[in-house]
């Protein structure tokens, strides 16, 4: 198959599942999973919309973000600063998170009856 | 009109003496108002001492401890008792005190009192551990629930504690600081031992007599380290799949020193745990990475949807990152033939 006379060229792509890719895909479509913390993580915009897409599938409803944001600096006290994560971004989440939440409830309540 | 508003007036007041207790939950400020609740024949289910009581004060609410049935569940100490150094003992006189009742009705006690750092040391703790045992040997008690925080414990003192939870299967929750442990001296004693001690605890979760449901070890700072290695996490991962049905709450702060193997045998150790209840892990400043086995069985574990698995804090992961739509490499062979 291969030329003994010349040099031959292959490349290949490995694709690596990264930390929060797998996390995300984790919980995709899950019912279990209710809140999720990655507080200080190194998390940016384009992670955060990773996990959003997972959120929309599953039952979160706290998924809490901040990179160089809250940090715990002595007991029930936070110190904040800006947010890595587009706030729109946030925003979405939380609205993701109210509906699980509602959802959730329903669920529960229907499972009760 | 002025006689209908002095006779209102003194219904008031005759209405206020008519009931002397504070009401309940009560944050005591001064010995007369802790006194009032542990003498009194209204059951009150909350007291904290939030006060710096004298040492005649501790004497007298030491005696009303000792035949207490007013106060239905929890007994605090804020951190407003601030214990002065190691020659101080009234944080213990009281616990021996409630040793002391013939029937305890607290089942909660918080010990949040402060220690002056630079005036107390380890046998502080010691007495305080040692006045602890005595209580929890006590047949008549029933405490549930135990909260130590500003009171850091040494090594020694975890081992204590492993003991305790042997001894005591009453107790549901047990909250402590543990005094932090150099984060990069892994190969030190200290690290070692403190593992070993950890090691200890986390095994009498497995054991069928313990029902504890909430742990939560976090160090004495926020960036401190709490000294887990291999040995804890194979108890804990093995703890959790032979004695699933109790744990429901496993808070673990400051847990650098935990690598790939160790959060594989405790992701591995709840996915495993059969009909498990635990539903609420909190691992803190750990090193789970991309593409390690950690993430992969953290991966598993979410997928499993077991049912019970309902809250996951990772805050602070140090190499948990993200890097767009996976990272890629190139692998170039070149192969020659000639």
């Known amino acids: 198959m291969f030329n003994r006379s010349c040099w031959s060229l292959f490349v290949v792509f490995l694709f690596f599942p990264t930390g929060v890719r797998r996390i995300a895909k984790g919980f995709y479509r899950t019912r279990t999973l209710k809140h999720l913390s990655l507080l200080n993580v190194k998390i940016k915009t384009d992670a955060a919309s990773v996990l959003l897409d997972s959120m929309t599938q599953s039952s979160i409803e706290t998924l809490l973000l901040r990179h160089d944001g809250l940090r715990l600096v002595e007991t029930y006290k936070y110190y904040q600063s800006i947010p890595n994560i587009d706030a729109k971004l946030l925003a979405q989440i939380d609205l993701v998170g109210k509906r699980n939440k509602m959802n959730n409830e329903r669920r529960d309540s229907m499972a009760e009856l | 009109m002025h006689r209908l508003l002095l006779l209102a007036l003194l219904g008031t007041t005759v209405c206020a003496t008519a009931h002397p207790v504070p009401a309940c939950p009560y944050h005591a400020k001064d010995e007369t108002s802790a006194l009032a609740i542990l003498t009194s024949t209204t059951k009150c289910s909350f007291l904290s001492i939030s006060f710096n009581p004298t040492e005649s004060t501790i004497e007298n609410i030491a005696r009303a401890l000792k035949t207490t049935t007013s106060l239905t569940k929890s007994f605090y100490l804020s951190p407003d008792f601030v214990v002065a150094n190691d020659h101080d003992h009234r ?248």
């Not at chain 2, 929750?173 to 070993?196: P, V, Y």
């Not at chain 2, 700072?221 to 290695?229: C, E, H, I, P, R």
């Not at chain 2, 804990?236 to 690598?259: A, R």
């Open chain 2, 91 to 338: 944080a213990t006189t009281l616990i021996r005190a409630m040793a002391e009742h013939p029937a305890l009705p607290i089942t909660q006690l918080g010990l949040w009192f402060e220690s002056k750092a630079s005036t107390t040391t380890r046998s502080s703790t010691d007495a305080l551990m040692a006045s602890l045992q005595t209580l929890l040997a006590t047949t008549t008690v029933r405490i549930k629930g135990i909260s130590i925080q500003n009171q850091a414990m040494d090594t020694s003192h975890v081992r204590v504690w492993a003991h305790i939870l042997q001894q005591y299967s009453k107790l549901r929750t047990l909250s402590l600081h543990l005094r932090s442990i150099e984060t990069n001296a892994t190969d030190s004693a200290a690290f070692q031992d403190r593992d070993a001690a950890i090691s200890l605890l986390c095994e009498t979760l497995g054991e069928k007599t313990t029902r504890l449901k909430s742990l939560t070890l976090e160090p004495d700072s926020v960036t401190g380290s709490l000294g887990v290695g291999p040995l804890s996490s194979q108890s804990l991962g093995h703890s959790l799949t032979t004695n699933p049905g109790t744990l429901v709450n496993l808070d673990l702060k400051g847990v650098f020193s935990w690598h790939s193997d160790d959060l594989t045998n405790i992701f591995n150790g709840i996915q495993h745990s059969g009909r498990g209840v635990l539903s609420r892990l909190v691992l803190t400043n750990t090193t789970l990475a991309s593409n390690t086995e950690a993430i992969e069985s953290l991966h598993r574990l979410l997928r499993s949807d077991n049912g019970f698995f309902s809250n996951l804090i990772l805050d602070d992961a140090s190499k948990l990152s993200y890097a767009g739509k996976g990272s890629f490499c190139f692998i170039v062979l070149l192969y020659c033939c000639s």
